[in-house]
Every structure is written in structure tokens, then in C-alpha cells.
């Protein structure tokens, strides 16, 4: 990671470079020494439209290089560092398009300052709002892609936004097709539950209910084969990752109907990747009615 921001610093040192090389060598060339006394309003609108078409370019030549030597990494991370570079552009782009109008700095800053002030309380919102989006990218609560909670909130992050994150909204286990625009203020104000931070794999669990003469055990073994073909081999893999003893856990417990008849509840859980819990859960549920008919018939 160290290489590739050295390598993408430089590209856009270069980059920076070259630009006032070039803007030099034209003020040079073209007698611009005076193009910021604005004689003409036709100078001024050339000039900011040169400077906005130049930063469309940077934009442009800044998302290349950063794709091509972030090539092979997280693809959600990559969007993300586009988006900080792209939205921190346009936030030169005002100030530069700003003095250039006003021909000096210091009359922009001075009127920024009167605009902040006056628009501080009719703005709250959008600029919790920011304040939030500047949480998310620094303390990453989320990422793009991650499965998470926001208040009572829960979906697949698809963008985040200086606004707004973009949730795909999730109903049982299953995308909904659905988006929920949620201000970045919910990331100051309201819990968030990452269920994939660090690790793509939550627990879930498949439950049998039978008699309560059942042998309890003989059906958590039979259950625990049931889940072992289906997530088994990933179970592993994060026990050797992890260095940790994970294998499926087996529960029995004994409730009663209305009527007061007892049964046996027997439930085995199991380690699965986030974004397919509900077609695993299906697959072994398959397995476990092929696998349990006779105790099922009863």
C-alpha cells in the first residue's frame, strides 16, 4: 500500500507540476500577466472555463493512475479513494473559480467567512451531514459493500456520498432490490452494526423441531452432518485463519405447544458469509428434510 501511494503521489506531483510549467509558460508566451484585472467579462469567463475544463482533466488523469497501480486491490476501497479525490478537486475547483472571480484571495476568504456564518444555522443539516461523511471516511465505521445496521437501517452499503449513504436495503436475509438514502449524520447520532467488518462470515442457524422422545443427540449429529456439507470446508478455513477452535455449534432445548404437548427443538449453529445466508440456510434445510424425514413424519 506504501508503493502504490508513493507511486500515485508522484504520477500527481508530476502532474501538478506540468500544469504550472504550462500555465508559466503561457502567461509568459501570451502577455497574461494582467488577466487577473478582469478588464473584459469575456476574459473572465474564458479564464474560468480553461481552469474548470483543466480540473476535468486532473480528475480524469488522477482516477487513472490510481486504478491502474491499485490494480488487484479492494475494489469497494478503491471507489471510495476516487470519491475523496474527486470530491477534493471540485473543493479546489470552488475556491480557484471564487478568486479568480474576485481577482485576489484574501476578499474570497472574508466572504466565505460572512456566508459561513449567515447560512451556519439554515444549512444544520447538510453540514452534519458532511461532518458525518468525513467521519465515515477517516474513522471507517463502513465501507462499501459491508453489511451493516444504521439506527434501524439495515442493507448492503452501495455509496457513500458527501450526503448521503446509499443502503441496498436487505428484508430476511435477502436484497430487496430497494435503496435507502441515509444522511451521513446517522453515523454521529445512531448505533451502527457492521456484520461484515473484518470478516465477511456471521453466525446463523437452522432449527428442527420433533418429538420430545427423540433422542436429542442422534439429531444434533444428524443436523451437524447436514450443515458440515454445505459450510463446512469455509468453517474450517476460519478456524485456520483465525487460530481458533470453530466447528458447529449444536443447542436442544424443550418448549410447548398451546396445548401443552412438549416438544424437542434441536438447533445447530454455523458460520456463513454475509451476502448468501439465506441460500445456505435453504441448501442445508433441503439436506436436513431429505436427511430427517422419518423423525419429521411422526
Same mark, same amino acid.
Given at each position: 500500500?506504501?508503493?502504490?501511494?508513493? #507511486? +500515485? *503521489? !508522484?504520477?500527481?506531483?508530476? &502532474?501538478?507540476? =506540468?500544469?504550472?510549467?504550462?500555465?508559466?509558460? %503561457?502567461?509568459?508566451? /501570451?502577455?497574461?500577466?494582467?488577466?487577473?484585472?478582469?478588464?473584459?467579462?469575456?476574459?473572465?469567463?474564458?479564464?474560468?472555463?480553461?481552469?474548470?475544463?483543466?480540473?476535468?482533466?486532473?480528475?480524469?488523469?488522477?482516477?487513472?493512475?490510481?486504478?491502474?497501480?491499485?490494480?488487484?486491490?479492494?475494489?469497494?476501497?478503491?471507489?471510495?479513494?476516487?470519491?475523496?479525490?474527486?470530491?477534493?478537486?471540485?473543493?479546489?475547483?470552488?475556491?480557484?473559480?471564487?478568486?479568480?472571480?474576485?481577482?485576489?484571495?484574501?476578499?474570497?476568504?472574508? #466572504? +466565505? *467567512? !460572512?456566508?459561513?456564518?449567515? &447560512?451556519?444555522? =439554515?444549512?444544520?443539516?447538510?453540514?452534519?451531514? %458532511?461532518?458525518?461523511? /468525513?467521519?465515515?471516511?477517516?474513522?471507517?465505521?463502513?465501507?462499501?459493500?459491508?453489511?451493516?445496521?444504521?439506527?434501524?437501517?439495515?442493507?448492503?452499503?452501495?455509496?457513500?456520498?458527501?450526503?448521503?449513504?446509499?443502503?441496498?436495503?436487505?428484508?430476511?436475509?435477502?436484497?430487496?432490490?430497494?435503496?435507502?438514502?441515509?444522511?451521513?449524520?446517522?453515523?454521529?447520532?445512531?448505533?451502527?452494526?457492521?456484520?461484515?467488518?473484518?470478516?465477511?462470515?456471521?453466525?446463523?442457524?437452522?432449527?428442527?423441531?420433533?418429538?420430545?422422545?427423540?433422542?436429542?443427540?442422534?439429531?444434533?449429529?444428524? &443436523?451437524?452432518?447436514?450443515?458440515e456439507e454445505v459450510v463446512g470446508k469455509e468453517m474450517k478455513e476460519a478456524a485456520k485463519k483465525w487460530k481458533a477452535d470453530i466447528r458447529p455449534e449444536i443447542r436442544a432445548a424443550i418448549e410447548y405447544t398451546s396445548t401443552l404437548q412438549p416438544f424437542l427443538e434441536v438447533s445447530v449453529r454455523y458460520l456463513v458469509n454475509a451476502k448468501i445466508v439465506a441460500s445456505t440456510k435453504t441448501e442445508i434445510t433441503k439436506k436436513v428434510l431429505a436427511r430427517f424425514s422419518k423423525e419429521l413424519k411422526r
Amino acid at each position: 500500500m506504501k508503493s502504490l501511494m508513493k #507511486s +500515485i *503521489g !508522484f504520477w500527481l506531483l508530476f &502532474l501538478l507540476t =506540468a500544469a504550472v510549467g504550462a500555465a508559466a509558460y %503561457l502567461t509568459k508566451q /501570451l502577455d497574461l500577466s494582467n488577466v487577473f484585472s478582469f478588464n473584459t467579462p469575456l476574459t473572465r469567463i474564458l479564464l474560468i472555463m480553461m481552469v474548470v475544463l483543466a480540473s476535468q482533466v486532473v480528475i480524469k488523469i488522477g482516477v487513472w493512475l490510481i486504478e491502474k497501480y491499485a490494480k488487484g486491490k479492494d475494489k469497494a476501497q478503491l471507489k471510495q479513494i476516487t470519491s475523496i479525490y474527486r470530491y477534493g478537486i471540485d473543493l479546489v475547483l470552488i475556491f480557484v473559480v471564487l478568486g479568480l472571480l474576485y481577482g485576489v484571495i484574501g476578499p474570497v476568504v472574508t #466572504s +466565505i *467567512g !460572512f456566508m459561513a456564518a449567515g &447560512l451556519t444555522v =439554515a444549512l444544520q443539516k447538510p453540514i452534519l451531514n %458532511l461532518a458525518g461523511w /468525513l467521519t465515515i471516511v477517516t474513522k471507517r465505521p463502513y465501507k462499501i459493500g459491508d453489511r451493516v445496521d444504521i439506527g434501524n437501517i439495515g442493507g448492503y452499503v452501495h455509496e457513500i456520498a458527501l450526503m448521503h449513504t446509499y443502503l441496498s436495503l436487505i428484508e430476511q436475509n435477502e436484497q430487496t432490490g430497494k435503496v435507502s438514502y441515509v444522511p451521513n449524520e446517522q453515523a454521529l447520532t445512531q448505533p451502527i452494526v457492521n456484520y461484515t467488518k473484518g470478516s465477511a462470515l456471521v453466525w446463523d442457524s437452522v432449527r428442527v423441531k420433533v418429538p420430545a422422545t427423540a433422542d436429542a443427540q442422534i439429531i444434533g449429529k444428524k &443436523l451437524a452432518g447436514c450443515v458440515e456439507e454445505v459450510v463446512g470446508k469455509e468453517m474450517k478455513e476460519a478456524a485456520k485463519k483465525w487460530k481458533a477452535d470453530i466447528r458447529p455449534e449444536i443447542r436442544a432445548a424443550i418448549e410447548y405447544t398451546s396445548t401443552l404437548q412438549p416438544f424437542l427443538e434441536v438447533s445447530v449453529r454455523y458460520l456463513v458469509n454475509a451476502k448468501i445466508v439465506a441460500s445456505t440456510k435453504t441448501e442445508i434445510t433441503k439436506k436436513v428434510l431429505a436427511r430427517f424425514s422419518k423423525e419429521l413424519k411422526r
